[in-house]
């Protein structure tokens, strides 16, 4: 039969986006948009209290406004050992509050309409009463012996949730003594919150007569939502079913299981009617995952040259009510002890306090493999901090520093090993495409004149792929992904992955490292995420981890497929097995290249013509256990311009150079580089969720956690170097959070450069207008 | 207690019987069923929700279904007149303008209505034209290129028609 010939391969081109057609004509299938039929709403009475006694809750108002059902509180979940559930941190957190409440916005009942509108006047109606609490807002009074004790169900009395320590304290400590330069730095990266626009939500559908559960569900890792249902709800894990539509942005924000699932499940076990639930933007930024948090205090030693020789971090990280982060199980403070960067340290302790305060839990969730952007940013600052200290140029410094080429795979004084990376070449690249020298000349003149302009720069290594199965598990479940591809009689191929996309584009990048493999074009291979009953079990899209670890599944799973294809192509070729070569996408023999087949050929033969002795079918399925984390880097420079007379910083010029290894689509690598780092600009100049004495809530909605619009965010320049991850299927590193990660400290170091000439070192973000414009007064730069 | 509206949505006339209370987004997605138009904040921020009202962009989920009476309202859904896929939505295609998908509807029903005022907008007018639709994914730079792509391929479907 006639089989169109594959094309050029397909790895590495700039192919429009096959997922695009259906989002560009509204035909996008995000959860708001599925209503079954007999569907009813349900919408939550949360505490407007940070912390109170739960007196009395009068369920009697709500269930007298007209198509109000049904109203569950926590009360009615105890009945059924469901008033608690199991974080993904080894803590547990309230579903429905039973005897008091720890956060404002704390989910404290739910209320089950026939509308959407008669579910919000049922949860209007709900009469609480609260008894007040003195409430433990700021992390740094958590073990102050008069703080008020939170989490009085715990056996341990105290707010400590946990203490953690990497590295040789003893050895930094010496290290650290004989240095000729020590500098020590506080550095506080606030709580900020991924927000993406789609908030979270649920359609949990039990079905009476099967017993079966399907929870539709904006998820970013639909399999660990099912095992994660089966143990909290105790239903048999065969009997659930997850689905993850179209996702509207995730961030991060969409992996851990919110208390509004859970209740939703048993709202519709109970009504016997799917029940439909979908947070309010103030309920996403009041109760769902924030992220950061860390107040940290950073020393570096060095010689008096710049050659940095200890790095010791102290850090109180504020984990809010629950310790319900969103972390591989082994690792409390994720990866944060990525923190010796780039630079080569003989020496390095880090530690980490965690405590419970009066917020809403969280902590992982924007964009970040892991509390790596907290360790970026810290390590990107404090070289700055050290290169003023020392009065170098901080571009100098990082050249000093830099861990040389020859010297991977490195380990670091942490116990990382970088798996690849040419810190130098990539450095080099960006400060010439900047201009760095032509900048710093022209501060100078602009100095002299009393200007503050500023560069800012950050030369990042990033750690993303979680993770190798030795150490990196969620509930125990290994980190491994996974894939399943079936090649159809015509050539056309099905392949699905545990992993689940939110906009990074899995349906053509993932197309086309199969495609590629295959010897297809990547129109032809149809990508499916999201649906736990077809798609084989993985453990989800956050962490930059789907092409380092579902990438390699895809790749792996191809070739598995190709394996069996040899044979089929020697049957087909009349020739032995050994006689087979993959060559530019055919299968040839050894020797006599024009004698060659396609995998279509091979493809219809498995289903009319298979070998004697061969199973029958083309299909395979891989997980991917990766046995090292990928390591991309970069070097981003910003340059801006402070008004003296306002604060207000401008934004002049930013440039990101990557290096995220072998490129599958440039065109969404550097998609994701511009989102990234547009990110890093809201969280550097206007991210914040701040909380009053209270504990209330003073960023809950889009007036007042801003989200950059296009006017205020920056042309994003990129480039790019290449330096493939020797131990990944194709040499891929993944890419989404590295802008994210790498951009605030060049942000950040940009300001505070321009601020030096007045003696400033640093500055805790957001640097808002006011804040800098408080700087300038301090200074004398503006009067009072 | 309803009232009864009279709407033509893509085109296509349409009788409601709606709360006064519905806001326009929800007799759209859920009366309607054109469930492009989406909702993505409280406080008429984000504009994942705009739709053009007799022309003009309008946050759907702030205006109530019965002040849209009379009126003509066009959503994403009829944008591709008779199949053919408008010049901003092959724009936003072809220059990636789009990640996750979910505030596209409501950019393109801005950038259409940006152009139709402005057919060769600059860029600091593209940028201003659309910074009441928020993004979280692209950083509006592809989104930008876009709207000029489209701008200069419906000024050439324009001088050509001339």
């Not at chain 1, 709800?233 to 079913?241: F, N, V």
Request: glycine fraction near 10%; aromatic fraction near 8%.
């Amino acid at each position: 039969m006639a089989i169109e010939a594959p094309s050029a391969p397909v790895l590495g081109q700039a192919l429009k986006r096959k997922e695009d057609p259906r989002f560009i004509q509204g035909q996008g299938r995000y959860l708001d948009d599925i209503r079954l039929t007999g569907m009813l709403y349900m919408s939550l009475v949360r505490s407007p209290y940070a912390h109170a006694r739960l007196v009395k809750i009068d369920k009697q108002p709500a269930l007298a406004v007209p198509g109000v059902l049904a109203v569950i509180t926590g009360e009615d979940l105890a009945g059924l050992g469901l008033h608690w559930m199991p974080t993904l941190a080894g803590d547990k957190q309230m579903v429905l509050a039973t005897g008091k409440v720890l956060f404002q916005y704390q989910e404290v009942a739910a209320v089950v309409a026939e509308s959407r509108a008669a579910a919000y006047d049922g949860a209007a109606a709900v009469e609480v009463e609260y008894d007040a609490l003195p409430v433990l807002v700021d992390a740094k009074h958590a073990l102050d012996p008069g703080a008020p004790l939170l989490r009085d169900d715990r056996e341990q009395k105290t707010n400590q949730i946990w203490h953690w320590e990497s590295g040789d304290s003893m050895a930094t400590a010496a290290a650290m003594a004989k240095a000729e330069v020590t500098v020590k730095q506080d550095v506080y990266f606030p709580r900020c919150h991924a927000s993406p626009l789609e908030t979270c939500g649920c359609i949990a559908d039990m079905n009476k007569a099967t017993g079966r559960l399907t929870l539709y569900v904006t998820s970013q890792a639909p399999h660990v939502y099912r095992t994660v249902l089966a143990m909290v709800a105790k239903l048999p894990e065969q009997m659930i079913r997850v689905v993850s539509p179209d996702v509207g942005g995730g961030f991060g924000v969409k992996v851990g299981v919110y208390p509004g699932y859970v209740v939703a499940v048993v709202a519709s076990i109970v009504t016997g009617h799917p029940v439909k639930w979908v947070e309010t933007r103030t309920e996403h930024l009041g109760s769902t995952a924030f992220a950061r948090d860390y107040h940290m205090n950073v020393e570096i030693g060095a010689t008096k040259q710049g050659r940095v020789q200890a790095l010791r971090v102290h850090t109180l990280a504020d984990h809010g009510a629950f310790d319900s982060q969103a972390n591989p199980s082994k690792w409390p403070a994720g990866l944060f002890n990525i923190c010796t960067g780039s630079y080569d340290f003989a020496a390095a302790f880090v530690d980490v306090d965690a405590v419970y305060t009066n917020k809403p839990p969280g902590g992982v969730s924007y964009r970040c493999s892991f509390r790596v952007t907290e360790a970026s940013y810290l390590i990107e600052r404090a070289m700055d901090v050290l290169a003023a200290e020392l009065k170098m140029d901080p571009a100098d410094l990082r050249r000093k520093n830099f861990i040389p080429p020859e010297r991977f795979p490195y380990t670091t004084p942490l116990g990382w090993t970088y798996d690849s990376g040419n810190y130098p070449a990539n450095f080099e690249k960006a400060l010439g495409l900047i201009g760095y020298d032509d900048l710093r000349r022209e501060q100078t003149e602009r100095r002299a004149r009393g200007e503050l302009m500023g560069i800012g720069i950050s030369s990042f290594t990033e750690i993303v792929g979680a993770g190798p199965s030795a150490q990196f598990d969620i509930l125990g479940l290994k980190m491994f992904d996974s894939a399943e591809i079936r090649v159809h009689p015509t050539g056309k191929a099905l392949a699905r992955f545990g992993v689940r996309h939110q906009g990074q584009g899995h349906e053509t990048t993932f197309a086309q490292i199969v495609g590629s493999e295959l010897g297809l074009p990547a129109a032809d291979v149809l990508v499916e995420e999201g649906d736990t009953d077809t798609a084989p079990y993985g453990l989800g899209t956050y962490g930059s981890r789907s092409t380092p670890v579902a990438g390699g599944a895809a790749a792996l799973c191809a070739r598995r497929i190709r394996e069996k294809a040899k044979k089929i192509a020697a049957h087909l070729l009349e020739c032995g097995e050994h006689d087979v070569e993959w060559a530019d996408g055919k299968f040839r023999v050894a020797g006599a290249p024009e004698r060659a087949v396609t995998m279509q050929d091979c493809a219809f033969a498995a289903y009319t013509n298979p070998p004697p002795g061969l199973e029958p079918g083309l299909e395979a399925t891989y997980y991917y256990d990766p046995p090292n984390f990928t390591f991309p880097f970069g070097t981003y420079v910003a340059v801006v311009d402070i008004d003296p007379g306002t604060g207000e910083v401008k934004v002049r010029r930013f440039l990101a150079v990557d290096d995220c290894g072998v490129v599958i689509n440039p065109m969404i690598v550097d998609g994701q580089i511009h989102g990234g780092l547009t990110e890093g600009f809201a969280i550097a100049f206007m991210q914040e969720i701040p909380y009053d004495s209270e504990g209330n809530c003073l960023a809950s909605n889009f007036t007042e956690y801003l989200v950059p619009t296009a006017v205020e965010t920056p042309h994003w320049e990129t480039d790019r170097t290449t330096t493939p991850s020797p131990h990944h299927p194709i040499g891929a590193k993944g890419v989404g959070e590295s802008p994210n990660v790498g951009s605030p400290s060049a942000f950040v170091n940009a300001v505070v450069d321009a601020l030096s000439p007045l003696g400033v070192r640093h500055v805790d973000m957001p640097l808002t207008r006011e804040r800098i414009w408080r700087v300038l007064r301090e200074h004398g730069v503006v009067s009072a | 207690m309803s009232h009864h509206i009279e709407i033509t949505v893509n085109g296509t006339h349409q009788a409601l019987d709606v709360e006064p209370r519905l806001p326009l987004v929800f007799a759209l997605r859920e009366m309607l069923d054109l469930t492009g138009t989406h909702v993505g904040c409280d406080t008429t921020s984000c504009g994942a929700c705009t739709v053009l009202v007799d022309g003009t962009p309008v946050k759907s989920c702030t205006m109530f279904a019965v002040q849209a009476d009379g009126c003509s309202v066009e959503t994403v859904e009829g944008l591709a007149a008779g199949g053919e896929l408008h010049p901003l939505q092959k724009a936003f295609w072809e220059n990636h303008g789009l990640q996750c998908g979910f505030c596209t509807p409501g950019m393109l029903m801005t950038a259409k209505a940006l152009l139709a005022r402005n057919p060769r907008p600059s860029e600091v007018e593209i940028r201003r034209g659309i910074s009441g639709n928020l993004c979280r994914c692209t950083g509006y730079q592809n989104i930008v290129k876009a709207i000029q792509q489209a701008a200069a391929e419906q000024s050439t479907a324009a001088a050509a028609g001339d």
